[in-house]
């Protein structure tokens, strides 16, 4: 290194650096007592040089942070594949870290006590868009709301993606109205007239989006004659298949297990991750994909079903990398609720916290468990709303159902539906609808599509709509 001189000017100190030929001023800038690379390194008293020459060393230019740390902060060094794992090793350091992305791998540098604050205080403006979290100590990780992830990048081809914690598509916000209809890739393998009839009759009915299980009991090819079969008929539907199911009975015989805490733990990687992998690497092309979703309704231990959240959105989101694909957004599915394993409180907000979760999600039931706020939003979904704004992720509902023994039922969709409008959510999926008799429902939610329905659907669809 040059040697530095300091320069006392107005009471601040400006730092050059000297080589042998000539004497120039290095590029930098300094933000309470942190320097990073912009205009000019000012500093507000002399004892704050060492910042000053660690951010020299700081060979990456990441703004807001000092220097990475070297090789022995961990047994594999200081370069990561997941973010739990740099996360991990960042809890047990005695100091605040950054965690940064670059070039597919996460990374550990030191930030300054000061900005650590600063974060907490909720300005992040100082940080590189490249940190994803600061890691305060080892029950404190702060996420980075200004995080670049590969979604929130724009692109004019039909792909969804994120701005500003809304849904995108071609410079449109993007608001979901429609419904799940789980047994979608089931008609699709036994019949393609009924598909679609099915099909013609969704977008019929107002909507723009279908949710549907995408499981281990049917091939990717049962999922990729949905999406060509709608696009065939001209039908602009977007899609929302779900790769696994926390309720076992949902699935196949070979993987209707029960899915307890060392399923999450281990067993996920037996059969659900191979059929993971294997559906998004066939599915990575279609533009008619909103976003790939984990699981429907996970549960577990908070620090087990983040760490299984993580290593699932990772590797999905590494196929796309890899292929150097567009990138489809990642849900994880959750219910929610105040009463959920591993997603009670900031624990919810701390899973779609998660780098590669790019959409905050919640089901509700809530009108028929005899809630007092049965009639408004509850709190927990409140939270929930306000989570994803702090996380500048976009939120939606992704089932909601009233109980047809309700004569009034579409009427309190209706009702439900507009609350959430209110709330500028990015929208809702309807659960229940019996389309020809298809998906039929056994809880008491099941709907058909006659005249009177099909009137009342569009009225509902309208709310989100985006024309």
């Not at 300091?6 to 080589?19: Q, V």
């Not at 500028?424 to 009177?452: E, H, T």
Request: proline fraction near 2%.
């Amino acid at each position: 290194m040059s040697d530095l001189i300091i320069n006392k000017i107005n009471n601040n100190f400006f730092i050059e650096e000297k080589n042998k030929k000539n004497f120039f001023t290095k590029s930098f800038c300094i933000l309470d007592n942190n320097a990073f690379l912009k205009d000019k390194v000012i500093i507000n008293n002399s004892k704050k040089l060492a910042n000053v020459i660690e951010i020299f060393q700081n060979e990456g230019n990441i703004k807001g942070v000092s220097k990475k740390l070297d090789d022995s902060i961990g047994e594999k060094g200081n370069k990561f594949r997941l973010f739990r794992d740099a996360e991990s090793v960042a809890k047990n350091l005695p100091f605040s870290t950054a965690i940064v992305k670059e070039n597919n791998y996460f990374y550990l540098y030191k930030i300054d006590n000061i900005n650590v604050n600063r974060f907490l205080s909720g300005d992040n403006t100082f940080l590189d868009n490249k940190v994803i979290a600061v890691v305060k100590n080892k029950n404190c990780t702060l996420y980075n709301w200004s995080y670049e992830t590969e979604t929130k990048k724009s692109n004019n081809l039909d792909f969804a993606y994120i701005n500003n914690s809304k849904i995108m598509i071609n410079d449109k916000e993007y608001k979901i109205s429609g419904l799940n209809v789980y047994d979608l890739a089931e008609i699709s393998k036994k019949s393609q007239s009924d598909l679609e009839k099915v099909l013609k009759t969704i977008s019929n009915s107002g909507a723009n989006t279908i949710r549907f299980w995408a499981f281990s009991k049917n091939s990717p090819e049962d999922f990729k004659n949905i999406i060509e079969t709608s696009r065939n008929l001209g039908l602009n539907l977007k899609f929302i298949p779900v790769l696994g199911n926390h309720w076992q009975h949902c699935e196949s015989e070979k993987s209707s297990k029960v899915k307890d805490d060392n399923w999450y733990k281990n067993e996920y990687k037996e059969e659900y991750l191979p059929h993971v992998l294997k559906t998004v690497d066939a599915l990575k092309n279609y533009k008619e994909i909103l976003m790939i979703e984990i699981m429907n309704e996970p549960e577990a231990e908070h620090s087990i079903l983040r760490d299984f959240a993580d290593d699932v959105s990772t590797q999905i989101r590494n196929i796309y990398i890899k292929s150097n694909n567009i990138p489809h957004l990642i849900s994880l599915g959750t219910l929610g609720g105040d009463k959920r394993k591993g997603m009670i409180g900031y624990q919810y907000k701390d899973l779609h916290g998660l780098p590669n979760i790019d959409i905050v999600t919640a089901h509700d039931y809530s009108f028929d468990n005899d809630r007092p706020d049965k009639d408004n939003i509850s709190d927990i979904f409140k939270n929930y709303i306000n989570y994803a704004k702090d996380l500048n992720k976009p939120f939606f509902i992704g089932e909601i159902g009233i109980k047809t023994k309700n004569s009034n039922y579409m009427n309190i969709l209706n009702k439900k539906v507009e609350l959430y409008k209110n709330n500028n959510i990015s929208g809702v999926l309807l659960w229940g609808p019996q389309p020809l008799g298809f998906a039929k429902d056994g809880d008491g939610y099941g709907f058909d599509f006659d005249d009177n329905n099909n009137f009342k659907l569009k009225e509902i669809f309208k709310k989100f709509s985006n024309n």
